[in-house]
């Protein structure tokens, strides 16, 4: 079987990243979750307009965005600067948890930019993708307006799982630098500890997420940083936080975790759980527990307007 047709999946850690530093992440096989056929599909979606974007990033990177606009929708006053997930080592801004999630919130009056990141390859590690993360929501602050036509102050931020990750640790980062954090905080199925299945400081190296935290921390020592996991840190001047997490989610307890830790330091925390879902739903606009959770979102994006 030619290399490009292994399933990565099955693959030792060392291993997926060799494939996609050499390959690239390979193309997702499904044909119906570009944007045409969505709105084929779901016709709310047909008003919605993206506009791809290069942002100046660190390093000298350009930083990949996509601004999702609906005109004909009513304006919720709100937008979000939304991160999708991948481990920290794969994903994109066609994937359906970026794309479709967009797509969906847009038609709600709710304008979002979608953003990209330097993914962890072996050669890459926090803080790199949180800079990324930080440098697009600078820009959407500078030019909310234009972006969104809303005031900064209405600009909230998201992610789903590392994305979630990114976007709790980017809150912690701007508390710290005494920068103003986002309005409102989006947490979608997040791993906000290094051993997410224990929410746990405590990893075991030579297990698969374990793999993957050292990954991205970079090493052993910098998985005690509560930048790169915010749950680690104090939750203290976090903004009012929406939390979802999945029935059958075996990162689960990192995100209840979390919300709980919220609750105890003051924060407005709303958590809900969505029942019959799994890790990674809302990257599936076919699965029957994705679009509620879209709503939820959506639901609780209005209620903070």
């Known amino acids: 079987m030619p290399e490009t047709e292994v399933d990565f999946r099955t693959l030792p850690l060392p291993d997926v990243l060799r494939l996609f530093r050499e390959q690239g992440e390979p193309a997702d096989p499904r044909d119906d979750i570009d944007s045409a056929f969505l709105k084929t599909r779901f016709p709310r979606l047909a008003g919605v307009e993206s506009t791809d974007l290069r942002i100046d990033g660190p390093r000298d990177r350009l930083v990949a965005a996509r601004v999702y606009r609906d005109a004909s929708a009513e304006a919720s006053g709100r937008a979000l600067v939304w991160v999708h997930g991948g481990a920290f080592i794969g994903g994109h801004l066609d ?28 050669d890459v590690h926090f803080p790199e993708p949180s800079d990324d993360v930080l440098a697009a929501w600078r820009h959407a602050l500078r030019h ?143 699965d029957p527990t994705a679009l509620p959770t879209v709503e939820a979102i959506a639901a609780w994006i209005g209620r903070e307007a």
């Open 95 to 122: 994937m359906p948890e970026s794309n479709w999630v967009a797509l969906e919130l847009a038609a709600r009056g709710i304008p979002v930019l979608a953003v990209d990141y330097v993914k962890c390859l072996g």
């Open 144 to 286: 909310a307006d234009e972006l969104f036509g809303v005031p900064a102050s209405g600009v909230l931020l998201g992610g789903a799982s590392a994305g979630g990750n990114l976007a709790a640790g980017a809150t912690a980062r701007l508390r710290d630098a005494g920068e103003e954090v986002p309005g409102g905080l989006v947490l979608v199925y997040p791993v906000v500890h290094p051993n997410g299945p224990d929410a746990s400081a405590q990893v075991d190296p030579d297990s698969p997420h374990g793999a993957l935290a050292v990954n991205f921390a970079g090493s052993a020592e910098g998985l005690a940083d509560p930048h790169a996991f915010a749950a680690l840190g104090s939750a203290e001047g976090f903004p009012p936080t929406f939390v979802l997490v999945c029935e059958y989610d075996g990162l689960r307890p990192s995100g209840e975790a979390f919300a709980r830790q919220l609750a105890d330091a003051g924060v407005a925390v709303e958590v809900r759980l969505e029942e019959g879902a799994d890790h990674g739903h809302i990257n599936e606009p076919a």
